[in-house]
Every structure is written in C-alpha cells, then in structure tokens.
T-cell receptor, first 108, second 113 residues
Framework: DAKTTQPPSMDCAEGRAANLPCNHS???????VYWYRQIHSQGPQYIIH???NNETNEMASLIITEDRKSSTLILPHATLRDTAVYYC?????????FGAGTTVTVRA | DTGVSQNPRHKITKRGQNVTFRCDPI?????LYWYRQTLGQGPEFLTY????????KSRLLSDRFSAERPKGSFSTLEIQRTEQGDSAMYLC???????????FGDGTRLSIL
C-alpha cells in the first residue's frame, strides 16, 4: 500500500472549516483513500473514502486531486468534539496501515 | 447499538498469565480484523478473517497469540504467557467486503503488571 504524509498537528477555530491535507504520491490506480479519526480512548471512527471522485457525506467532504497524488479532508464547521487524531490511509487490499496522523485541536 | 462490541474494555493481569478477548462484529459483516495500538502510535494490523477462515496473520502475531472465529460470527484473541510488551489496546473491526469501510470497536486495553 502507498505511504501517506500528513502534517503532525493543526489548530482550527470552532465554527470554521478545517482543511486537512494528505500526500500520497505513490498511490496506485486501484487504491482507495480512506480517512479515519480517533478520539482519545476510543476506537478509530470511519469518516469517508474515495477512489477518484470527490465525495461528501454528513461528516465531511473529500477532495482528491486529478492525479490522485494528494487529497484534502474538509470538516465544514468544526466543533470542539472534532478534536482528534485524523488518519489518511491508502487502502489496496484490506489492511489499514495507520501512520502518525494529524492531531487536530479545535479551539473555542 | 449495532456497532462492533469488544469485551472486556480493560484487562489487568500479571506477567505470564493467559488472557482472552472477545469481539462481536456488526451483524452480517463477514470480514473481521484485529489490530493492536501502543501508546502514541497508530493501530497496527494483526490478523484478518473472512467468515471463519483466518486468511492472514501479521508477523507481529507471535506463536503466543491465537485468534479464532468459530462459525464466522464473534471472534476471540488469546494471548498465552503474557509479557510486558503485550501491554496495548487491542482493537477489532468488521466490514461487509474488502473495500468497504472497516468499523471499529472501542478496544480492550491490556495492562501487564
């Protein structure tokens, strides 16, 4: 599976959009981009995934560049409960390979 | 709640003892996964079941570890002769198919005294 690169941390103001970048320059054509988040002492929570097209659900939007070498997770209106570690993962078969993720802190 | 359920949530045991954890996946999910997470790290893949068949075991899973999924429903993960290095959060996830999202339980936190 392709490796991903994420910034180690970022802050966001409550009520504003949070844009989380992820680089995956070695992604293959059949590999999906998945986003999970993990709040302290809980299991990872699935957010969204995509292959080529942009995706949106009730939690977030996923923007994948045309060359698929990078993506951005958008939390449209961040709340304090969105404070968590966010993982960008490229999935080829069935094994999720979690990196260090981005620690997102939403501030009031 | 129809999510993934893991029991117990916490387990404290002495070094050398055997422990067993249970995972109940989301009903109708025939894929089941075990991961291990140590403090400050992301989860690491341990093993994978498709129905009752264990299709892959990570090299992280030494011969002291065994996982089963009888009848393709719940799964158990057993650790024999526990060591200090086994202290971690053990996470279970399930999915409908390989490229469908994996949904995680809240894990079993194991502490070895």
């Amino acid at each position: 599976d392709a490796k991903t690169t994420q910034p180690p941390s970022m802050d966001c103001a409550e009520g504003r959009a949070a844009n989380l970048p992820c680089n995956h320059s070695t992604i293959s054509g059949n590999e999906y981009v998945y986003w999970y988040r993990q709040i302290h002492s809980q299991g990872p929570q699935y957010i969204i995934h995509g292959l080529k097209n942009n995706e949106t659900n009730e939690m977030a939007s996923l923007i994948i560049t045309e060359d698929r070498k990078s993506s951005t997770l958008i939390l449209p209106h961040a709340t304090l409960r969105d404070t968590a570690v966010y993982y960008c993962i490229v999935l080829g078969d069935y094994k999720l390979s979690f990196g260090a993720g981005t620690t997102v802190t939403v501030r009031a | 709640d129809t999510g993934v359920s893991q029991n117990p949530r916490h387990k404290i045991t002495k070094r050398g003892q055997n422990v067993t954890f249970r995972c109940d996946p989301i009903s109708e999910h025939n894929r089941l996964y075990w991961y291990r997470q140590t403090l400050g790290q992301g989860p690491e893949f341990l093993t994978y079941f498709q129905n009752e068949a264990q299709l892959e075991k990570s090299r992280l899973l030494s011969d002291r570890f065994s996982a089963e999924r009888p009848k393709g429903s719940f799964s158990t993960l057993e650790i024999q002769r526990t060591e200090q290095g086994d202290s971690a959060m053990y996470l279970c996830a399930s999915s409908l198919q390989d490229h469908q999202p994996q949904h995680f339980g809240d894990g079993t936190r194991l502490s070895i005294l």
